[in-house]
């Protein structure tokens, strides 16, 4: 088992910007990569971003592209999410979610909340 707790969530004003945290535990020696993902009211949960644990290759949806960055620190098992120039359409519940080699997204956290005011 992997648990994920996120935090760094607020209220912020557009252009602004925001740093989550995505803490690991349990079983992360397995773990392959780590995403984060969000969900705005009304809307399904979509793909953010995500990178290897091992090697540190980083995907991102085209909608935070130049404007996210993801980045990891393997000794503090922790992975980041840098968010720059907030706009409001990226308010939404933030998720962090882990995999393991050949399976899809197992481990969720708890999620927090980014809003973001125009």
């Known amino acids: 088992q992997v648990q994920l707790v996120e935090s760094g969530g607020g209220l912020v004003q557009a252009g602004g910007p925001l740093r989550l945290s995505c803490a690991a535990s349990?079983?992360?020696?397995?773990?392959?990569?780590l995403g984060w993902f969000r969900q705005a009211p009304g809307k399904e949960r979509e793909f953010v971003a995500t990178?290897?644990?091992?090697?540190?290759?980083?995907n991102y949806a085209d909608s935070v592209k130049g404007r996210f960055t993801i980045s990891r620190d393997n000794a503090k098992n922790t992975v980041y999410m840098q968010m720059n120039s907030l706009k409001p359409e990226d308010t939404a519940v933030y998720y962090c979610a882990a995999r393991l080699p050949g399976r899809g997204y197992d481990f969720w956290g708890q999620g927090t909340q980014v809003t973001v005011s125009s």
């Open positions: 990178i290897r644990w091992s090697g540190g290759d980083t």
């Open positions: 349990g079983r992360t020696f397995g773990v392959y990569a």
